[in-house]
């Protein structure tokens, strides 16, 4: 998979300038929105979910590291495709990186006191910030500086490679169903109404939030997609390890959740474009 995700940046970075993100800089007010609705709104809203659907501790407490997990290199892919403003998107998925140092530990260890009595340290996720950083932002560096030296090749490249990258999105999809399809039905009863209620709200509140502060369309669908998408393998990862929560039940919810999100995004995008065609 990371080999996969590194050739979908390579993708994208084939698209994008550097103005794209001294666009960014220079306009800071949709990467405040996109981090206050992940790092306040959806943490309330998680909570909300796994209260109301009264999730067992265990499942309720992998359902908020979910919502503390950031976005990343799928959420940018999939707004890619979408017509989304991915310069925004590598922008977010960069800060909610390095914020996710602090916020992920608070958020979790203050989910163990509530729902199972007990807290315990999670130590921060360096190594794993430093994997996000190289899996999406070095290969997207090589795809601009092609753009930069040689844009005739890059224009020639970006078409089929975008093709390429929904081929290695669709073999994504096929080889996480496969590695779960012994549990899939047992997790989808355990937790899957929780965690779809969840990623749909999660990519309402990413969508229209922006859309009322009357953001661009292309910002509005690249904040919804960033923040409807978690990072699910980052999360499987800390529920998993020996040395971090160690606890495979924790682990379920963040697994439900990506095998749905592939195709709640999809429909996302499709809506979305279907809406801009319509105004058009």
């Not at 909570?47 to 990343?72: C, E």
């Not at 040689?150 to 669709?170: G, M, N």
């Not at 899939?184 to 990623?199: C, D, K, P, R, T």
């Amino acid at each position: 998979m990371p080999i996969a995700l590194g050739v979908i940046m390579l993708g994208l970075g084939l698209s994008l300038t550097l103005e794209d993100f001294k666009r960014v800089v220079l306009m800071p007010k949709p990467v405040f929105i996109g981090l206050f609705c992940q790092m306040l709104i959806l943490p309330a809203v998680c909570f909300a979910i796994a209260t109301g659907f009264d999730l067992p501790p265990a499942l309720a407490v992998g359902l908020m590291l979910l919502s503390a997990s950031p976005g990343g290199a799928t959420a940018n892919l999939f707004s890619h495709l979408a017509k989304g403003d991915v310069a925004l998107n590598i922008s977010l998925t960069a800060v909610n990186s390095v914020l996710s140092l602090l916020t992920l530990p608070f958020i979790v260890n203050y989910s163990l006191v509530h729902f199972m009595g007990a807290g315990k340290v999670i130590p921060l996720q360096f190594d794993k910030v430093v994997q996000v950083f190289a899996i999406v932002l070095v290969p997207v560096a090589i795809g601009m500086f092609v753009r930069a030296k040689k844009q005739d090749l890059a224009d020639r490249l970006e078409k089929p490679v975008k093709i390429l990258s929904a081929v290695f999105l669709l073999l994504v999809i096929a080889a996480t169903v496969a590695k779960e399809r012994a549990h899939v039905v047992e997790y989808f009863q355990q937790v899957g109404l929780a965690a779809l209620a969840f990623n749909l709200v999660s990519m309402a509140v990413g969508y229209l939030v922006p859309v009322v502060v009357r953001l661009p369309r292309r910002q509005a669908i690249a904040i919804g997609m960033e923040i409807g998408i978690h990072n699910g393998t980052l999360a499987i990862a800390i529920a998993s390890t020996p040395s971090l929560l160690n606890n495979t039940t924790m682990a379920v919810p963040p697994a439900v959740y990506s095998l749905i999100m592939f195709f709640t995004a999809a429909a996302f995008g499709y809506l979305v474009n279907r809406g801009t065609s319509r105004t058009a």
